[in-house]
Nanobody, 123 residues
Framework: VQLQASGGGLVQPGDSLRLTCAAS????????MGWFRQVPGKEREFVAA????????FVAASVKGRFTISRDNAKNTMYLQMNDLQPEDTAVYYC?????????????????WGQGTQVTVSS
């Protein structure tokens, strides 16, 4: 079972990026999934989560209105569309999945984790 996060990079303030989390080894179509981020020296921070059917989503206040979480169960893939990126969004972004259908914002409730992708926002 593997979650592979990709799509990070170096961008300027105001730019956009789309992160992708590709799952392999099993289907995650019945699992809630989420994105977290971490800056060196700080705890991992919740960014967004989505339930198994995409009928319910939740994003952190710090990214609300700029980030959108989505998923394509046919492709076993989750996305994070990030618009109007700011320097404070710089972090390693991790994707994660729960072993149940409904989302949470608590890191400890996620059972599977990807390796992370670096997002750097700098002028």
């Amino acid at each position: 079972v593997q979650l592979q996060a990709s799509g990070g990079g170096l961008v300027q303030p105001g730019d956009s990026l789309r992160l992708t989390c590709a799952a392999s080894g099993r289907s995650f179509s019945n699992n809630a999934m989420g994105w977290f981020r971490q800056v060196p020296g700080k705890e991992r921070e919740f960014v967004a989560a989505i339930n198994w059917s995409a009928s319910s989503r939740f994003v952190a206040a710090s990214v609300k209105g700029r980030f959108t979480i989505s998923r394509d169960n046919a492709k076993n893939t989750m996305y994070l569309q990030m618009n109007d990126l700011q320097p404070e969004d710089t972090a390693v972004y991790y994707c994660a999945a729960r072993d149940i259908k409904h989302y949470t914002s608590h890191e400890r409730d996620f059972d599977f984790w990807g390796q992370g992708t670096q997002v750097t926002v700098s002028s």
